[in-house]
């Protein structure tokens, strides 16, 4: 059948069209028809998600290679792929956001068929978007605190066992409340209207299951990496005698480009996922007030929030590069000869330190069979520790 053959510019015959129809004895459609406009607006939702899907997957290959790189460089060397907490939550975090993109991909088929209706397919795309959802709403909330809390107070930054029972803590509330909601309820998983995910009759489990969290990992990014940027660029500090003491100082006008650059990309996290996240909460809450929202302004929300894995990666990029053994050593040997050339090594790896939040810098060299150094490290931290003082005088 072709949308010519349909009703209202659908592909649905009369009587699917009449159970499309919302209603006060049919509040929750099992089926949505889609007219073409709302296939391609869809499309368009999809094809945002295999970008997220293909830049997550693109990086953790050459997270792979990296590790291949280093285990016939360096057998047997002092080296981890998880060095501290922060590795740890970005892996998980890209781990989620492949089944978030996975979930979007998955609006191909309503797309093509110009049907969005229950089903053992609609109950897949919900249950994967449910977990990749909320893994990457609960995982982004881990990263910001332990960053806020590592960086000011010096906490945690090599506690391993604790990230991974965390970690499992944060699976087992996911497979837990996936699992008991599909299972407990009669059509959990249903048309939304123009995908699958939780019905809306179900709206303690939606805010429950993703939307308190959402907004919560959204307030926690712009309340700590905030303060975040002026601790990086030393305008912010903590008193070493009273933990809950702040101190605050003049801007240091002297303050060098690779501090500067950290001290953004600071800002870069709560500005990056307000892009994700308040385009699609406003359509929702529009949606849960009962006012009439706009098909294009749904599909642009979720496109925003379906490139989550794209952000997640740039901001890998851009901000956090010393994690997971990227780059390589080799990659990174030039720029530390060049910044050790122009006395700027100091400021380089007191930056880097501060805004990676791994236990060792990302300019490290290799010795004795690959065992890293720790004059770098120690470097690091002393001068970390000069400047806070230098803050609280």
């Known amino acids: 059948m072709t949308a010519i053959d349909g009703v209202n510019g659908t592909v649905c015959n009369a009587a699917q069209y009449a159970q499309s129809l919302i209603s006060l004895n049919n509040p929750n459609p099992w089926i949505t028809c889609l007219t073409n406009g709302e296939s391609i607006g869809l499309a368009l939702t999809a094809e945002a ?208 480009y690779a501090q500067r650059r950290a001290s953004l990309g600071m800002l870069l996290y709560p500005l990056a996922y307000s892009f994700v996240v308040l385009p699609l909460s406003v359509a929702r809450w529009m949606l849960f007030s009962h006012d009439h929202v706009s098909s294009a302004s749904q599909f642009f929300g979720v496109s925003m929030f379906n490139l989550s894995g794209f952000i997640n990666v740039l901001l890998f990029l851009i901000v956090r590069p010393q994690l997971l053994l990227f780059p390589r050593p080799e990659d990174i040997v030039e720029p530390e000869i060049q910044l050790a050339h122009d006395n700027g090594s100091r400021i380089f790896t007191d930056a880097a330190a501060k805004y990676e939040l791994s236990p060792e810098p990302a300019a490290t060299g290799y010795v004795d069979g690959g065992s890293r150094t720790s004059a770098s490290a120690e470097m690091s931290r002393g001068s970390s520790r000069r400047r806070f003082d230098e803050d609280d005088v």
């Open 49 to 256: 998600s295999f970008l997220s899907c293909a830049s997550v997957v693109i990086i953790l290959i050459l997270i792979c290679r990296n590790v291949l790189w280093y285990r016939k460089t360096f057998p047997g060397g002092d080296w981890k792929l998880f060095q501290g907490p922060a590795d740890i939550y970005m892996f998980t975090l890209f781990l989620f956001d492949i089944l978030q993109a996975m979930g979007g991909i998955l609006d191909v088929r309503w797309a093509h068929n110009g049907i969005v209706t229950k089903g053992a397919y609609c109950n897949a795309q919900g249950i994967i978007q449910q977990i990749g959802e909320l893994g990457v709403a609960l995982t982004t909330l881990l990263l910001a605190v332990h960053t806020f809390v590592g960086a000011l107070w010096r906490v945690g930054l090599d506690a391993r066992r604790f990230a991974f029972g965390l970690v499992c803590l944060v699976c087992v509330f996911i497979a837990l409340w996936v699992s008991i909601g599909a299972s407990t309820n009669k059509n959990y998983e249903a048309p939304t209207p123009y995908w699958c995910w939780i019905s809306p009759k179900f709206k303690g489990e939606r805010l429950g299951g993703e939307y308190v969290w959402l907004w919560v990992a959204l307030f926690a990014s712009a309340f700590l990496y905030i303060p975040l940027y002026f601790w990086t660029e030393g305008r912010l500090s903590v008193d070493p005698d009273s933990w809950y003491k702040f101190h605050t100082s003049k801007p240091d006008q002297t303050v060098e």
